[in-house]
């Protein structure tokens, strides 16, 4: 059984810093692209990152040099390192296995205020 649990999400000011999180079970992560996205209120989800086995990474143009995606093959873990964090991100953030497409873990919030 496919499941992903996110976390790591919080409130953080403009120019922060926050490291997601996203722990895979019943897959091996580095087996399929994993893809973090984010949904803001009101608006639908959008793809921030991805990881292609290679590794090979690609990024939305909104987060090109402040976001980086690895993984960690040993924990089976995703991760999402934002910098220089703006208003703008706040979001929900999910990750999602390109071989999955519908599984979703629960998200984790990341709130950019002052």
């Known amino acids: 059984q496919v499941q992903l649990v996110e976390s790591g999400g919080g409130l953080v000011q403009p120019g922060g810093s926050v490291r997601l999180s996203c722990v895979a079970s019943g897959f091996i992560v580095s087996s399929t692209t994993m893809r973090w996205y984010r949904q803001a209120p009101g608006k639908e989800r959008e793809l921030v990152a991805g990881i292609i086995p290679g590794p090979y990474t690609i990024y939305a143009d909104s987060v090109k040099g402040r976001f980086t995606i690895s993984r960690d093959n040993a924990k089976n873990t995703v991760y999402l390192q934002m910098n220089s964090l703006k208003i703008e991100d706040t979001a929900v953030y999910y990750c999602?296995?390109?071989?999955?497409?519908?599984?979703w873990g629960q998200g984790t919030q990341v709130t950019v205020s002052s």
């Open positions: 999602n296995a390109v071989r999955w497409p519908d599984s």
